[in-house]
């Protein structure tokens, strides 16, 4: 009775003979034959090789749209809570009887931009600009 010798590599099949049992066998084999065998043997090698090389990709491909989508929501659900969290603070703020300071804080520019920031991760220089300005123009309209 053969004794089996551990698996190498887990893409072996688990009837599949080894490395050492192969080689073992092979080495009694005339050099003429051993030469026949290797060529006739070198396409599927190839074939075996190529259908890894697919599977790798098609794996970290898969990983990489796993990580992707796990990063856009992220952003959205930040998004999410920011844009609630300052239209919650202008609310109070509003409420506590400070209208302007509520206007600066959930005014126009400001909340879209921030949403646009974590939702899209896109910033430009004119929203920043934009956001900017309107601060400015608030703050203006607060001194006497």
């Given amino acids: 009775m053969k004794t089996r010798q551990p698996r190498t590599s887990p893409d072996e099949a688990p009837g599949s003979p080894s490395g050492f049992e192969i080689a073992s066998l092979w080495g009694q084999i005339p050099v003429e034959h051993l030469q026949v065998a290797l060529k006739a043997l070198e396409p599927e090698l190839k074939r075996e090789h190529e259908f890894r090389m697919k599977r790798l990709d098609k794996e970290e491909a898969e990983t990489s749209a796993r990580r992707m989508h796990a ?34 804080l959930c005014g126009g520019p400001s909340i879209i931009v921030l949403i646009k920031m974590f939702v899209l991760r896109k910033s430009d220089k004119s929203d920043t600009a934009t956001v900017s300005e309107a601060g400015k123009a608030a703050l203006r309209s607060l001194v006497p």
Wanted: charged share 0%; hydrophobic share 60%.
């Fill in 71 to 104: 990063l856009q929501m992220t952003g959205v659900i930040a998004g999410l809570v920011l844009a609630v969290g300052m239209i919650g603070g202008a609310v109070l703020l509003g409420s506590n009887g400070q209208p302007w300071l509520a206007a600066l």
